[in-house]
């Protein structure tokens, strides 16, 4: 564990019950076909999650607090600090009502509480957590369990006879099946999360202060595409699995019959493990992304960088409690997190350009602002996930 950076962080983040959840859907609804955007949201991720721990690194601030120095106009100025502290505000909020509600599905799978109940008490348990920092004892913990149930998705899936050949194909040749839109903008939200950028560009600081920044950053990239490759297996064996469980098999899929996919390799304990999992995934995300949006705001309003700080506690409370209560209604769990990956698949081209901005700031990187080729890639990035929204969007307004 001391040999990784918060890349692991970044992952366990976005292997969350979102990530589990959206992955199985895709998987029992659409079958192998959808991987390829699997494929590009982890290009997408490497691309952008790497630019993020190289602003921290070389520049000694995040991307909120870069952001507010970066363009003259203040009118403009104020534009963008707005922007980002509405987007990552209500955007964690989403985000963090699907990690409640996620941990509280399985939760409620081996308790005898309601939906509501579960919601509240693990809502109760984050805020402990983020209070007192004691989330930096229970991180390892959280992220081993996150990785053990990862490991069984893994290893489920050449139990369960992949057909590798629809696997590959789906991987390299795009397409978008009827009613599939929602759920690919969803994939790409789940693992590009824009939240992650803000997180990594400050917790690398932490990580490896005092370091010499070329050993910083040649570390920080072999942490990240590690972390980000593990990610990207998790969430592939997680489509796999329920693509051979669901898709075409006459199985309904629902929220109670996920477990369904890990059968084959857990026979009756899977209903139980699997919710010791979601728990431990909706855990750490229902701590990080409040983290995350208490970085940006404090960052993008210039607020001090401290967990002692009220208006720093102020903000990730607010989003916390949000999500709490938006999961404690009883929306729907599956309904909840699908959207909440949406949306934040919706923001992701505004963070990304604001990033694509400050990484050209020669003034603030030096020699370590992008390159030709980073900016064409993430570019690429913005225009595919602005394509994807926009023509979603025409389907809801033109339909």
């Not at 692991?8 to 990530?19: K, M």
């Not at 991987?171 to 690919?184: A, Q």
Request: aromatic fraction near 8%; charged fraction near 10%; proline fraction near 3%.
């Amino acid at each position: 564990m001391r040999r990784f950076g918060p890349g692991l962080l970044v992952t366990a983040a976005f292997i969350g019950p979102g990530s589990i959840a959206t992955a199985s859907v895709a998987g029992a609804n659409f079958g192998f076909v959808l991987l390829w955007a699997l494929l590009f949201s982890l290009v997408a991720t490497l691309v952008l999650q790497e630019m993020a721990a190289r602003l921290g690194l070389v520049s000694n601030a995040g991307l909120a607090e870069a952001l507010r120095t970066t363009f003259q106009s203040p009118i403009i100025n104020r534009s963008a600090v707005a922007l980002v502290v509405a987007a990552i505000g209500i955007g964690n909020a989403a985000y963090e009502a699907g990690n409640i509600s996620g941990a509280a599905l399985g939760l409620q799978s081996i308790t005898d509480f309601s939906a509501a109940t579960c919601s509240i008490a693990l809502g109760f348990v984050a805020a402990l957590l983020l209070s007192g920092n004691s989330y930096k004892l229970l991180e390892p913990i959280l992220i081993i369990l996150v990785l053990i149930m990862s490991t069984v998705f893994v290893m489920t899936m050449f139990v369960v006879g992949v057909d590798f050949t629809a696997l590959f194909k789906g991987l390299l040749i795009p397409s978008l099946p009827t009613g599939s839109i929602l759920t690919v903008i969803a994939l790409i939200g789940t693992t590009v999360v824009p939240y992650n950028l803000f997180l990594h560009a400050n917790l690398v600081q932490e990580k490896w202060r005092g370091v010499d920044l070329t050993t910083a950053l040649a570390e920080s990239r072999n942490d990240t595409l590690v972390s980000i490759g593990l990610g990207g297996l998790i969430t592939l064996a997680v489509m796999s699995t329920a693509a051979v469980a669901f898709f075409d098999t006459g199985k309904q899929f629902s929220s109670s019959s996920m477990a369904t996919q890990l059968e084959p390799m857990l026979g009756s304990s899977a209903t139980f493990f699997f919710a010791l999992g979601l728990i431990a995934a909706g855990l750490t995300s229902a701590v990080t992304a409040p983290l995350a949006a208490a970085y940006a705001v404090s960052g993008a309003l210039g607020w001090p960088i401290d967990s002692s700080d009220r208006r720093f506690r102020g903000v990730w409370l607010t989003v916390l409690v949000i999500g709490t209560l938006v999961a404690a209604i009883g929306t729907k769990p599956i309904t909840a997190i699908l959207f909440a990956q949406a949306a934040n698949g919706l923001l992701l081209p505004v963070v990304a350009i604001f990033l694509l901005i400050v990484m050209n700031r020669s003034d603030l990187l030096e020699q370590h602002s992008n390159s030709l080729a980073a900016n064409a890639i993430a570019s690429l990035v913005v225009v595919i996930v602005t394509a994807l929204g926009l023509f979603k969007l025409a389907t809801v307004f033109f339909a």
